[in-house]
């Protein structure tokens, strides 16, 4: 009984419990054998790091070697363990068969006939072992972790990239190209710690670069005989900044022309960080806020980031009419006289290529306050236009003029201030109206000046600060214009602010006095305060001041052009 309850429990065992095996399985024919090698070249190269920022404006490059190897290739095996377990219906059989074989020899064979006994129980056993022998797997071989390169199949090259290590002094050149310019050629550099660095800011002048976003240079690197190119963006090496070009120009609040925006004005010289451009107006940064400047009164140009830091700009205040000298105190010196009649046309509001006019209204507005407190001429009989836009509304204006007067003699004085130029074909002056059309802001100051001449005026004087945008050698240009008036009318005279190839400077130090007026406007209003009246005189006073003033503060001539009668009085 002993013996059946330990064969059960030894079966159970077996049966529950199973057994394991373990095998080597080729998993690769060709595994790299990264223990067997051989170094078959070494070369050194550089990596370029980073980026190229205006806070940061180095080239980076870290010196690396690309080491070539030859590895043996052989057959890998890994070893795994598969579980077993007996299969129940095979086991159920055996131990049937063999418990009936056991029986059978033990109850039906001859005592005498031992042979027969043993060899049915020996049936019996190879019949319950054999059951237990047919197992069934359990699950997927699980690998073992162990593995074993076996034979060699054959060779792997491949390349490594690792950190240099040199004992001797590496350096490496480089040439930096803006189109076709050569900037900087063949210079070298040390390779320090495995580092190159190239610090643009020590290569290159940023006043070589024009103010456009879209730029770029190109860095050619030569080390080790490789050749490594880049294109550079300007923008990520400097960044952009305007400076003020004209002699003045409005900050204004918002884009657009308008006296209502004007925040201050800037002089010449001053510089801003630029935020964006957006065609004929700049964004641009003053203090902590974002303001505009016309797109024509600035200049783009590039600089380090730490430039912000050091920003030299210029305001002027924008103080009210009466602020300045000229402005206040203005004396009478004649009674109103209704025979005088004043024409004034002030074009300030330019745009497009032609900058803002600074101080071209304040101007017009001074001229008209002294014809109408010093000159005698009463406010009713003064016309004035601003920003005319061309020979259309020039002509209207004229046309009202002749309206009003008619018909009856006059003493007139008319008074331009604006933009001219000089036809290279035909030497003929035109004042130039706001309109960004160019032919259609043409107004011929020929057709215009024969009008003035045809009206019945028995006194004619023209007050002419034109600002001249194209430069003439020809001074015969204004003389026959003039003669335009001088040859008809004889009590006329004709002033011009300069000669054809001068401009007409404001009356504005770069940090000291502003007047807030051109250089010849000003002198002529302070002629007539001063109580010079006849035309000998203001053109002695206009002659002695503006140029002078001129070459001392821009360094640059200006000389009024007098035609026709200095024997006329302005009050007489």
């Given at each position: ?48 790091t ?23 290739q ?12 007996p ?16 029986y ?41 972790g ?26 490496a ?5 803006f ?6 050629n063949n210079?070298t550099?040390r390779?320090t ?43 990520s ?18 884009p ?73 105190d ?75 007067v ?32 160019s ?21 004619l ?77 203001i ?20 000389d ?13």
């Open positions: 009984m002993n013996k059946t309850i330990k064969l059960i429990l030894i079966s159970s065992f077996l049966f529950f419990y199973g057994c394991s095996t373990t095998t080597w399985i080729v998993e690769n024919q060709e595994e790299v054998d990264r223990g067997n090698y051989k170094l078959l070249d070494s070369k050194l190269f550089l990596q370029k980073g980026s190229i920022t205006p806070e940061l404006p180095v080239a980076q490059f870290r010196l690396l070697s690309a080491n070539t190897f030859e590895y043996a052989r057959v890998k095996t890994d070893r795994y363990i598969q579980k077993y377990r299969r129940f219906g095979y086991v159920v059989l055996g131990i049937g068969a063999s418990a009936l074989g056991g059978t020899a033990l109850k039906f064979t001859d005592d005498n006939k031992q042979g027969q006994k043993i060899a049915l129980l020996g049936a019996s056993s190879a019949l319950l072992g054999i059951s237990f022998l047919n197992m069934k797997p359990i699950g997927d071989p699980k690998p073992t162990e593995t074993k390169l076996l034979r060699k199949t054959g060779e792997y090259v491949d390349t490594d990239t690792l950190n240099a290590t040199v004992s001797s002094e590496q350096i050149a480089y040439t930096i190209k189109g076709d310019r050569v900037l900087v210079a550099s390779i710690n495995n580092s190159l660095s190239i610090n643009f800011l020590e290569d290159l002048n940023p006043d070589v670069f024009p103010g456009n976003e879209d730029i770029a240079i190109d860095l050619e690197v030569v080390f080790n005989d490789s050749l490594y190119s880049y294109n550079v963006p300007i923008k090496i400097f960044e952009p900044f305007v400076v003020v070009k004209s002699q003045v120009t409005a900050l204004r609040n918002k657009g022309i308008s006296s209502s925006n004007v925040l201050t004005d800037l002089a010449q010289g001053s510089q801003l960080k630029l935020v964006e451009d957006e065609g004929d107006w700049i964004k641009v940064l003053y203090g902590i806020s974002e303001n505009w400047v016309s797109a024509s009164d600035i200049d783009i140009i590039w600089r380090p980031s730490q430039f912000s830091r050091e920003l030299s700009v210029v305001a002027i205040p924008n103080v009210p009419f009466g602020s300045v000298d000229v402005e206040r203005i004396p009478n010196l004649a009674e109103d006289d209704r025979r005088k009649w004043g024409f004034l046309i002030a074009n300030q509001g330019y745009s497009g290529n032609l900058a803002e006019k600074a101080y071209a209204h304040r101007d017009g507005e001074l001229i008209e306050k002294y014809l109408n407190t010093a000159l005698g001429v009463v406010p009713t009989q003064t016309i004035k236009f601003q920003d005319i836009s061309g020979s259309q509304t020039a002509r209207n204006g004229f046309n009202r003029l002749v309206s009003r008619n018909s009856r003699e006059i003493d007139l004085i008319v008074y331009f201030n604006g933009y001219a130029e000089i036809d290279p074909q035909t030497d003929k002056v035109y004042f130039l109206g706001t309109s960004t059309d032919l259609a802001s043409r107004i011929d100051l020929n057709s215009f000046f024969d009008g003035f001449a045809n009206l019945p005026v028995q006194k004087s023209i007050i002419a600060d034109l600002d001249f945008v194209n430069s003439s050698p020809n001074k015969d240009a204004l003389a026959l214009l003039a003669a335009t008036i001088t040859n008809h009318v004889p009590n006329s005279n004709v002033v011009f602010s300069s000669n054809t190839d001068q401009r007409s400077y404001l009356y504005a130090e770069p940090n000291g006095v502003q007047k807030r007026h051109s250089i010849f406007s000003y002198f002529f209003a302070d002629a007539v305060k001063k109580g010079n009246t006849s035309w000998a005189d053109k002695n006073y206009l002659d002695r001041n503006v140029s002078f003033t001129s070459r001392s503060i821009f360094n640059s001539a200006q009024i052009r007098f035609f026709g009668s200095d024997s006329l009085s302005l009050i007489d």
